[in-house]
């Protein structure tokens, strides 16, 4: 019995391996340009939810107060609640669990959350904003 234990965590443990090897030797996807929000739209300090990659994956565009555009998943790190704009404190803020996210970097400051918000990478053409990537 004991022998099948071993053997069954060691195989656990090397699938475990192999899948980390696999992800970090995986390409980038590669990513749709896609027009997410007219410029002109979004005054200072305001924020537009949108979806990318796919129209399963929630996003909000903010425009700062040093009128900066910044994007970011809408999905908050520690448990995928839904991450609003809380002008007023120019944080990224999830009302689930009380969790804070800086909005230049997207990094938690405050709460459970330990991860960063993955940011989407913006282009601008003119007044249109397209979203083009996403960095994790």
Known sequence: MVKFLTLGSAFLVLTNGVIAIAGRLAQPG???RKSV???????????????????????????GNDGQLVAYSQVCT?????????????????PCHHGYFDLNEGRPVA??????????????????????????
């Not at 990318?52 to 996003?59: A, G, I, K, S, V």
């Not at 520690?78 to 999830?94: D, N, P, T, Y």
């Open 30 to 32: 590669t990513f749709q």
């Open 37 to 63: 929000a007219l410029a002109s739209a979004l005054p200072t300090n305001t924020s537009v939810l949108f979806r990318y990659p796919t129209d399963q994956d929630p996003c909000i565009l903010v425009r």
């Open 78 to 94: 520690h448990l995928s609640c839904a991450v609003i704009h809380r002008a007023e404190e120019g944080v990224l803020f999830c």
């Open 111 to 136: 709460g459970p959350p330990t991860r960063r918000l993955p940011r989407i990478t913006l282009e601008q053409t003119g007044d249109v904003i397209f979203a083009t990537g996403v960095e994790v």
